[in-house]
């Protein structure tokens, strides 16, 4: 009896030393779990990110945008320096009214926004003979001179680079607009002047490989948090502007035909940033819009909560309020996994060890059992 009673003894500690194994072992693997799906959550390679994510090519991404439709103004001689109040309240379509400096124009607005987060025109927007425009009716509702509406650009997705990308050769968002019907500048059947505003969040990676490039005919700038990194303002024809952030987040810039340069703007890792980028259609003649999005971790809401139809996924960014950015920490697309997720999984992967862990000594009591009764 006695040498039944210490094998018992022997076998319950043996047991207790399996199941003290299997818990540590469940511990460790619980660790191990959160520690790699985590590494996995903050991965530096957007495509990657975006693919465990369940983004597929075949989904558009959508960007909220708000345009302005403009109103051709009377048109006065600009070098009649007796017109000094018409010129203030300047027209808005040049290329028909004697402004003939078609090219690209830097120095328009000023290097940062104002608190609206609007561009702020150099000079007041006073019409000269060179030069001068209104901003705050570009990018406002101005009482029979323009109107607003919302919209969406549809961007495709590339998954190598993780490339988002627009592009229009003939970009004609209004025509379907009926603020300006009968302006004489629509004479083609085309809603020209017009003008358009929209962000894009990203949280900064300093890869060396985020790059935003646009392409446009007319006024375009862009701006990097609240500070202009390309501009390309003016009437011209299309031209392109392509922004680099470097691995020391220094963003270097250039308009076609320029090498990359030191723009004074600066990204720190890690960090929420986001694009502002303006636009306007001041020829009544052509009117293209292009931009891609390069190596850039964009803040994406839920590819499946806000996947409704041909509108794709949603970029995560709310026009009420724009300081508003979703960062990495908020992005379920860029997140494989919320923390949520983390702690399930790793959980449901700690209960199997535990799991295991009881059944191998389970088998061993068996085991025991089995000797004792021999």
Known sequence: MKQKKNKKTMFGGIALGVLSLGAILAILGMSNTVSEISEKAISKTPDAILASAGVSEEKLVSVPVIYYDQKADPCVNIYDTGLTNELHKRQFEWTSCGYYNKGVEQGLVEYELD???????????????????????????????????????????????????????????????????????????????????????????????????????????????????????????????????????????????????????????????????????????ESEFDVKFTGMNLSVTDAKMADNGDDGVQIAYDPSDPTYVAPLGESSVFRPDSTKGLIVMATVEGVMIVVIAVLVASVARFMVKQKVRK
Do not use: C
């Open 115 to 285: 608190k609206g987060y609007l561009p702020v025109a150099t000079g007041d927007g006073v019409l000269t003979a060179n030069r001068g425009i209104d901003t705050k009716r570009w990018f406002n509702v101005v009482d029979e001179q323009s109107t607003s509406y919302a919209g969406t650009l549809k961007m495709k997705y590339q998954a190598a680079g993780a490339e988002f990308s627009f592009e229009a050769e003939d970009f004609y968002p209004l025509d379907a607009a009926e603020f300006s019907v009968g302006d004489f500048t629509n004479k083609d059947g085309h809603n020209h002047l017009f003008t358009m505003s929209f962000a894009v969040p990203f949280t900064v990676l300093v890869s060396g490989d985020e790059s935003v490039e646009v392409t446009a005919d007319d006024d375009t700038f862009v701006f990097v948090g609240n500070k202009l990194a390309i501009d390309m303002g003016g009437v011209h024809e299309a031209t392109t502007g392509r922004l680099v952030i470097h691995e020391n987040g220094e963003v270097y810039t250039g308009v076609e035909g320029e090498d990359l340069a030191y723009s004074g703007v600066n990204v720190n890792k890690d960090e929420s940033s986001i694009v502002r980028i303006f636009h306007a259609d001041r020829d009544s003649e």
